[in-house]
């Protein structure tokens, strides 16, 4: 069963023509990628980094703050830097929900202006090049049979949204997800790390996260858990719902500014995405990174959180992850 699913304004929102702004003014730009390098947090700066770079007057700077899946940098900007109105941070559904789990602490969705999104991104299964697991099915009948033999990991702890993953996988194998082997890391890039070596089996990362590993051939997405098969270079790849697998995770990817920004500072940033998403160019770099374009910035954003907000709590209740 899927309980995965965000709002219809989450899944269909695009920005349409916008008006050409000037080159928003901001000193040292810096986007704040919670986790080490290689992962969705990464990917989610360098949209950000490249989309941004003819809207603001200096190149934005991607800088990493690891440590417990965002959790870090969220509290990191509800202290010290609060009102720091130069540097944004990268989140995903998956900071939505270790929200909603109290796993940032005492600070909620409130303690921080959320400012504008690179993007909307799909979970996917993914493995070595030489596994054995030659398809989902594969994967889903050991998980079936034997499920304490796969070893699956991704970059979040029990509760996240990876491990929320390789749950809805194991219950539609049959099992429940206690019984999954789950490793976790602490980001992407060091899941990705830890399947190239052989340490774990089946990582339940995202789409995005693999586009710089295509070509190499390292690794194999046996299945997107994407609503609809995606378009290229993702069009051959099948969903987990075409095999027979009621399984969906959407991701989106966006970014938050401390609570005390200024509202001119604030605003700066808004109107260098808003410009942004009025270009072929900004698509073009979504499409690189994997992702399909999920354009709002802004008051639109932030209520769309609020509703996003809401079904999550929905969901983790649903999942036994809060009471």
């Known amino acids: 069963m899927t309980i995965t699913r965000l709002s219809t304004a989450f899944l269909c929102a695009l920005t349409l023509g ?45 800088t990493f703050m690891p440590g417990g899946i965002g959790a870090v940098a969220f509290n990191q900007f ?29 600070f909620d969705e409130t303690d921080v202006r959320w400012l504008a999104t690179a993007g909307a991104d799909f979970g996917a299964v993914v493995v070595h090049a030489d596994s054995e697991f030659e398809t ?24 996240s949204q990876d491990w929320m993953k390789g749950a809805l996988l194991m219950r539609e194998a049959g099992g429940t997800p206690m019984q999954m082997r789950y490793v976790a890391f602490d980001g992407g890039g060091d899941a990705i790390a830890s399947l190239l070596g052989g340490s ?70 808004v109107d260098a995405f808003d410009a942004a998403y009025a270009t072929d160019a900004f698509a073009t770099v979504q499409a690189e990174r994997g992702l399909l374009p999920l354009n709002m910035s802004g008051d639109e954003l932030t209520s769309s959180i609020n509703t996003t907000m809401d079904e999550l709590r929905t969901i983790a209740t649903e999942a036994g992850l809060i009471q």
Not at 40 to 53: I, K, N, P
Not at 80 to 93: E, H, K, L, Q, Y
Not at 216 to 238: C, H, K, Q
């Open 18 to 62: 916008a008006p050409a702004y000037a080159q928003s003014a901001i000193d040292n730009p810096e986007c704040v990628a919670p986790a080490n390098p290689g992962g969705g947090f990464d990917l989610t700066c360098r949209v950000a980094q490249t989309g941004l770079q003819p809207h603001v007057s200096e190149p934005v700077q991607v």
């Open 78 to 106: 509800n202290t010290n830097r609060t009102d720091d109105g130069s540097a944004i941070v990268a989140f995903s559904t998956g900071s939505l929900l270790n929200i909603i789990l109290g796993k940032y602490g005492a």
């Open 136 to 159: 989902l099915s594969d994967v889903m009948d050991a998980l079936s049979t034997n499920p304490g033999d796969v070893v699956v990991g991704a970059g979040g702890s029990v509760g």
């Open 200 to 269: 774990i089996e089946v990582y339940t990362g995202d789409v995005g996260e693999m586009v710089p590993y295509l070509d190499s051939g390292d690794m194999r997405i046996l299945a997107t858990l994407s609503p609809e098969r995606l378009d290229a270079p993702f069009d051959e790849i099948p969903t987990a719902k075409e095999l027979g697998y009621d399984v969906e995770w959407t991701i989106m990817r966006g970014f938050y500014t401390g609570k005390d920004v200024s509202d001119a500072d604030y605003q700066k940033w």
